[in-house]
């Protein structure tokens, strides 16, 4: 019986829960169920297929890796505590070669990918074979299982996500350097086996490699931090760019109106039919129009919009118009913004826009700007855009504007379903424009009807919320709370349905 070290046993198991971490339940299943037959009848499989296209490819080039990962389970097992350790070798292998076979140069590229990892195989399980008790050569030989998965999952997270396809090409590329960096190691641990180094040898080694690993980790978030830093830059939405403030400015209107949202004055909103149907992807109207009278609380209402959906998970980006800065009261400002903070939320992505996009200093053109945003729409699979106060802008930009959003608009869950909510005053251009896009258009008056109501009631909410912070002296000049009553009743008459006023009001007294 094979005597396994603790640190070979620690090893498997947190390559193995690394990558698990990041699969989902659905392929976790398959991982756990799949075999070196599985993987060669997948292989097969695919072989005719492609061959039934007039699209064959070489796929004896798969045969060394399937060989050598076969002999290299049979020496790793005797490791391993959990037999799924060894179906994860395969798992990944074979839905991988599913997933990549209809875009062929993925599938090319995948299948060389397998063959290199080969050429450092069939002499490193040669050596590990007559030295599997040797707690020295085990730790070398858990290293490999940790750069398979390692590899595996890599390639797992650049096909395992929506529109794939588009963004493998440039992840691939970024990739590479560490898929170098993986057969550099696999090298290495070949080289200690076959010259049967040292147990001070390997020790150092495996020291290193630990080493190596995490230094290599910190070298690509910094190599990813540089791509953003210049995308964002190159969209001029970074905050820390003195020339342009718009990200900081979106993000204190945010946070500010946020401030103004007294718990629970908002709920009625968050919880309308129309608003939760805008939020779920099942419903066809893509377009909800809030609008209602200047001061009427449509920018709190979108704030605590942006905060209910951002709490729930959900891809939700905003941008706040303003009249006070003419520099960003234009279309093009809130398609990059929009852009921005989609990169800024899911850094992966600049990989993509940096490689594909990021070709001069130039601000992109309008058309790239709504090529991009689709684009990175797509990676999501459903966002959510929430353009609160268009009206202050003048009609020609808010025409402009609602044409481009208009465009954004899916309801297709094939591609990506992209909803938008546009908060603002009647207008001739917001009644007009939406109804040239030729889209679902859910409208909504918060200044009529119950809508109007429940405004009403979130201001008395806010205004008692507010009396409430007098000192308590006040009490003893007003015993029976005649004075406050009046007070109260006074503000709520004279703010009806206007929740700006009442907080500039009592903002001031």
Not at 30 to 57: C, H, M, P, W, Y
Not at 141 to 160: I, N, P, R
Not at 307 to 312: E, I, S, T, W
Not at 454 to 468: C, H, P, Q, R
């Amino acid at each position: 019986m094979t005597s396994v070290s603790a640190g070979a046993r620690l090893t498997l198991q947190d390559a193995f829960e690394r990558f698990a971490a990041t699969v989902n339940s659905d392929d976790k299943r398959l991982f756990n169920s799949t075999n070196f037959g599985d993987v060669r009848d997948e292989a097969i499989k695919i072989e005719r297929q492609l061959r039934a296209r007039r699209t064959q490819r070489n796929m004896a080039r798969l045969e060394p890796f399937l060989k050598g990962v076969n002999h290299y389970s049979s020496v790793v097992e005797a490791l391993c505590d959990e037999a799924t350790y060894l179906s994860w070798l395969w798992g990944p292998v074979k839905l991988m070669l599913m997933i990549t076979v209809d875009s062929l140069g993925a599938f090319e590229k995948l299948i060389d990918a397998y063959g290199k990892i080969a050429e450092n195989l069939p002499c490193l399980i040669r050596s590990a074979a007559a030295l599997s008790n040797n707690h020295s050569v085990q730790n070398v030989v858990v290293l490999v299982y940790s750069d398979l998965l390692e590899f595996h999952s890599c390639v797992y997270k650049l096909v395992c996500r929506r529109a794939w396809a588009t963004f493998f090409d440039p992840m691939w590329a970024d990739f590479e350097p560490r898929f170098h960096n993986i057969l550099r190691r696999l090298a290495c641990h070949r080289d200690l086996l076959d010259r049967k180094a040292t147990a001070g040898e390997i020790s150092t080694a495996v020291e290193q490699n630990v080493q190596e690993v995490e230094n290599w980790k910190h070298q690509e978030v910094e190599w990813r931090a540089r791509k953003a830093g210049a995308v964002l830059t190159w969209l001029k939405a970074d905050s820390a760019s003195p020339q342009d403030t718009l990200a900081k400015h979106n993000e204190g209107t945010l946070a500010k109106h946020n401030e103004d949202c007294l718990p629970g004055t908002c709920d009625w909103f968050i919880k309308h039919t129309d608003t939760q149907s805008w939020l779920k992807d099942r419903a066809q109207k893509s377009l909800f129009w809030v609008y209602g009278k200047p001061g009427a609380g449509k920018s709190v209402i979108c704030a605590a919009l942006v905060h209910h959906a951002k709490a729930n998970a959900a891809n939700v980006f905003y941008f706040f118009c303003s009249f006070l800065d003419r520099e960003t009261k234009n279309s093009s400002h809130v398609l990059r913004s929009l852009a921005s903070q989609i990169i800024q939320e899911h850094h992966d992505l600049a990989i993509y826009v940096h490689d594909v996009y990021y070709q001069s200093p130039q601000v992109p053109s309008k058309k790239s700007q709504l090529a991009l945003l689709q684009d990175l729409m797509r990676s999501l699979g459903s966002v959510r855009f929430i353009i609160d106060g268009l009206d202050e802008w003048n009609p020609s930009d808010q025409k402009e504007l609602l044409r481009d959003l208009t465009q954004l608009l899916s309801t297709d869950p094939s591609t990506c379903i992209c909803k938008v909510l546009v908060a603002s005053r009647e207008t001739l251009e917001t009644v007009r424009g939406p109804r040239k896009g030729n889209k679902g258009v859910v409208r909504m008056s918060i200044s009529d009807g119950s809508e109007g109501l429940a405004v009403n009631a979130s201001i008395e909410k806010f205004i008692d919320n507010k009396l409430l912070e007098l000192p308590e002296h006040i009490e003893d000049l007003d015993p029976d709370s005649t004075i406050m009553s009046h007070v109260k009743q006074t503000l709520i008459d004279k703010h009806h349905g206007t929740m700006a006023l009442s907080f500039t009001s009592l903002a001031v007294h």
